[in-house]
């Protein structure tokens, strides 16, 4: 079993901040690329950030400049740190890996179950 437990969301004011994180727990064998997304109300999920095992990583043009993406391998968690936040930032916000497991030996896409982040105007 393979778990996914996001936290640090909440509610800010505009020019704020707030650091997610997102760990993994299981019977993991390594993880791939990590990602976090976002769904706003009445929106499709969208991507924000990723971030491949060696540190790579991608922003959507929205954030970038504003939000980091990064990763601890030897904890399993990832992180997004999100500075100057601005209201249309509010959504719910996702974290994605793509994780193989020992038994049986395959990988595949996880997800968590979401973390509310709301900015204030």
């Known amino acids: 079993q393979v778990q996914l437990v996001e936290s640090g969301g909440g509610l800010v004011q505009a020019g704020g901040s707030l650091r997610l994180s997102c760990a993994a727990s299981g019977t993991i064998v390594s993880i791939d690329d990590m990602g976090w997304y976002r769904q706003a109300p009445g929106k499709q999920r969208e991507l924000v950030a990723s971030?491949?095992?060696?540190?790579?990583?991608k922003y959507a043009d929205s954030v970038k400049g504003r939000f980091t993406i990064t990763r601890d391998n030897s904890k399993n968690t990832g992180y997004l740190q999100m500075d100057s936040l601005k209201p249309e930032d509010t959504a719910v916000y996702f974290c994605?890996?793509?994780?193989?497991?020992?038994?049986?030996?395959?990988?595949?896409?996880?997800w968590g179950q979401g973390t509310q982040v709301t900015v204030s105007s």
């Open positions: 971030i491949t095992r060696d540190s790579s990583t």
């Open positions: 994605n890996a793509n994780i193989r497991v020992r038994v049986p030996w395959t990988s595949r896409d996880y």
